[in-house]
Nanobody
Framework: QELLRESGGGSVQAGGSLTLSCHIT????????MGWFRQASGKDREGVAR???????TYVDSVKGRFNISKDYGKNILYLQMTSLEPEDTGMYYC???????????????????WGQGTQVTVSS
């Protein structure tokens, strides 16, 4: 059963914007830390943004000021608003949930689960 399903990716030019969505179902819809990750071709999966149940957010330095993570708790949808996109932002984007409901780990892929198929973001210069 697919518990997380990402959508909203696409191809844009540098400077453009995209908003990614992550539909959350099943037990992962509980109050827990959520994260967005991305993986460029030939590179390891990288944590991009994290949203704690308290509302506190964390971003990797390269996206600070450009990306915004949020969640619609009524609809159980996690968002990633991306602006001023750069070619370096190109990759497959995934959402994931913290393994434990009681903790909010750093953005390390092994500490998260529920990986969907991802949504591709391509930024051209």
């Amino acid at each position: 059963q697919e518990l997380l399903r990402e959508s909203g990716g696409g191809s844009v030019q540098a400077g453009g914007s995209l908003t990614l969505s992550c539909h959350i179902t099943g037990y992962l819809s509980s109050q827990r830390c959520m994260g967005w990750f991305r993986q460029a071709s030939g590179k390891d999966r990288e944590g991009v943004a994290r949203l704690e149940p308290s509302g506190e957010t964390t971003y990797v330095d390269s996206v600070k000021g450009r990306f915004n993570i949020s969640k619609d708790y009524g609809k159980n949808i996690l968002y990633l608003q991306m602006t001023s996109l750069e070619p370096e932002d190109t990759g497959m984007y995934y959402c994931a949930a913290a393994r434990l409901i009681t903790s909010c780990p750093p953005l390390i892929a092994e500490d998260y689960l529920g990986w969907g198929q991802g949504t591709q973001v391509t930024v051209s210069s």
